[in-house]
């Protein structure tokens, strides 16, 4: 079953429907739509953000859900699905998933990684572990702690990680040659190529969000690129 899902995954593309209070396509009957729209341009999966809009996404289509439940706390910087009652709920509705942060920076409350993993192995059994890493030695650490995916989500956005505009395609190579469970390439991605690049190097399937789902992104790449040759033929 499983494997199955992993094997349902391959090769594919996995669509990241998030959006913030506050954005405009904020809410969760909208982000099933995106979700039906990412179905039928082919998507193979969805990533979403929260409870609500993953039993919402769950209620409406059939294809597997990575969920995650980004949520703050004051002694920590991690934010994706930091404890067991985020990642609890992240299962209770209904992801298939569970994508966590799994870098080495301490989490809320001094919880530890194995911990969590410990008990969503007892309790939900059906759904497979994401570890969201932003180095290398990160996703090595999550494959012995039993972690059944590792994507590069978090690469560029703890201290220590390479800052880049460009996806990490480093750390896609590597952890793809280092560890034997399957490696989502994840972060930046901004076009096709790019995608293919990823696979090239080792990655079992390609998550893509904000090239996709956040059409204010996408305007103002547009925009700020008019704007840039305007002045540049001004200054001719
Ligand atoms: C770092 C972080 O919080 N990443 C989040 C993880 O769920 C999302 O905000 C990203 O949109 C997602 O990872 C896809 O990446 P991109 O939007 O770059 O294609």
């Given amino acids: 079953m499983k494997k ?7 090769g594919g593309l996995i669509v990241s429907c998030q959006a913030y209070a506050g954005e405009p396509l ?17 998507a193979v999966g969805i990533r979403a953000n929260s409870p609500a ?10 294809l ?46 001094g919880e530890s990684l194995s911990d969590i993993v410990a008990l969503l192995r007892a309790s939900y059994p059906q759904c497979l572990l994401m570890a969201d890493v932003s180095t290398a030695e990160e996703g090595l650490q999550a494959e012995a702690m039993g972690f059944d995916i590792i994507s590069t989500t ?22 793809s040659r280092k560890t034997s469970i399957p490696v989502f390439a994840e972060g930046r991605i901004q076009s096709p190529e790019q995608a293919y690049q990823c696979l090239l190097l ?6 893509i969000g904000s090239a996709i789902t956040r059409p204010e992104a996408i ?3 547009f925009v700020d690129g008019l704007t840039q040759r305007a002045e540049l033929v001004g200054k001719e």
């Fill in 4 to 10: 199955d899902l992993i094997q349902a995954l391959s």
């Fill in 154 to 175: 978090l690469s560029g956005y703890t201290e220590y990680s390479p800052q880049q505009k460009e996806p990490d395609f480093d750390l896609v190579a590597k952890l």
């Fill in 26 to 42: 904020f809410g969760s009957d909208t982000m099933a739509k995106l979700a039906v729209a990412a179905r039928e341009g082919g």
């Fill in 219 to 221: 305007t103002k790449k």
């Fill in 53 to 62: 809009d993953i039993a919402a996404i769950k209620g409406t289509l059939s």
């Fill in 202 to 207: 080792g990655a079992h399937a390609v998550v």
């Fill in 64 to 109: 597997p859900v990575i969920g995650i439940w980004k949520a703050r706390y004051e002694d920590s910087q991690v934010y994706i699905t930091p404890t067991v009652t985020e990642a609890a709920a992240v299962a209770e509705a209904g992801a298939d998933i569970i994508a966590i942060d799994a870098t080495s920076r301490r989490r809320p409350g």
